[in-house]
T-cell receptor, first 112, second 113 residues
């Protein structure tokens, strides 16, 4: 059974600081997703990572994938208050059709 | 372009009642899924579909049924509601193409009393 673990579960950081959210998964995957969820809202797709060494960047967020270590990171650069949200990684098992398993999420709070 | 539309947005059911959560997408996506979100547990997959007429179980399928008679619609049926099914339900859809993430609906907040 695929397990997806995120850490930290909760992160409070000051504006302007850098930090990294980690996503570990337990079995071979061919797709890894990052989503953002604002309180009381739906989920918004941020990144889709497909191969070892993949790196994608959008604004102050950068996601990377190491399939050998079964690890993805979401790096936040010079955080701003607007980035406050819950961030989820999600993993599809290789050949697993569309069974996508989510991590428990990291709640990010950026303090002005 | 409406994206993924879920109805209703809120619902209160009594234990033992049945109901159907509706989900429709207008993007011609092949893949559709239902998730439930509970505090501290992330999203858990209930059922999913890879095309019209094809469905399969996810992680927590018990107490729920689905069908997919058209590409656009993927309703979720609660057979006999239980308090443990109190949750926020999200429907999501995606293309069958590498590199695409899922588009999520706005969610249905269900309370079973």
């Amino acid at each position: 059974e695929l397990k997806v673990e995120q850490n930290p579960l909760f992160l409070s950081m000051q504006e302007g600081k850098n930090y990294t959210i980690y996503c570990n998964y337990s079995t071979t995957s061919d797709r890894l997703y990052w989503y953002r969820q604002d309180p009381g809202k739906s989920l918004e797709s941020l990144f889709v990572l497909l191969s070892n060494g993949a790196v994608k960047q959008e604004g102050r967020l950068m996601a990377s994938l190491d399939t050998k270590a079964r690890l993805s990171t979401l790096h936040i650069t010079a955080a701003v208050h607007d980035l406050s949200a819950t961030y989820f990684c999600a993993v599809r098992v290789s050949g697993g059709y569309q069974k996508v398993t989510f991590g428990t999420g990291t709640k990010l709070q950026v303090i002005p | 372009n409406a994206g993924v539309t879920q109805t209703p947005k809120f619902q209160v059911l009594k234990t033992g009642q049945s109901m159907t959560l509706q989900c429709a997408q207008d993007m011609n996506h092949e893949y559709m899924s239902w998730y439930r979100q509970d505090p501290g547990m992330g999203l858990r997959l209930i059922h999913y579909s890879v095309g019209a007429g094809i469905t399969d179980q996810g992680e927590v399928p018990n107490g729920y049924n689905v069908s997919r008679s058209t590409t656009e619609d993927f309703p979720l049926r609660l057979l006999s509601a239980a308090p443990s099914q109190t949750s926020v339900y999200f429907c999501a859809s995606s293309y069958d193409r590498v590199g695409y993430g899922y588009t999520f609906g706005s969610g249905t907040r269900l309370t079973v009393v």
